[in-house]
């Protein structure tokens, strides 16, 4: 099994920064990619963006390209997603989620974290 635990939400002032991050462990030796998603109020779940394990290639989702950034803690299995510019729209919950080599699960991720709380005021 692999746990997620995230941190750093909260609220903040349109157009300010804040970072999110992630630790995972337990079984993590299978792991190939860290998800980031979230779900706003009354919305579908969407993709945010992702960090691929082997080679911490990164991809967004075009809603916060050139804004949010994806980075990564070998060391202890963290990765951290800062947030920049922020608007009232990327109010949501946000979740992590880590897919492996040997499991599958929602959108391709086996392991999803409890989900953080951001709060964008305008």
């Known amino acids: 099994q692999v746990q997620l635990e995230e941190s750093g939400g909260g609220s903040v002032q349109a157009g300010t920064s804040l970072t999110l991050s992630c630790a995972a462990s337990?079984?993590?030796?299978?792991?190939?990619?860290l998800g980031w998603f979230r779900q706003a109020p009354g919305k579908e779940r969407e993709f945010v963006g992702k960090i691929e394990w082997s080679d911490h290639t990164t991809s967004y989702a075009d809603s916060v390209k050139g804004r949010f950034t994806i980075s990564t803690n070998s060391a202890r299995i963290e990765v951290y997603l800062n947030m920049n510019s922020l608007t009232a729209e990327d109010t949501a919950v946000y979740y992590c989620?880590?897919?492996?080599?040997?499991?599958?699960?929602?959108?391709?991720?086996?392991?999803w974290g409890q989900g953080i709380q951001v709060t964008v005021s305008s």
């Open positions: 337990g079984r993590t030796a299978s792991l190939s990619a």
């Open positions: 989620a880590v897919a492996t080599y040997e499991e599958s699960g929602p959108d391709g991720y086996a392991y």
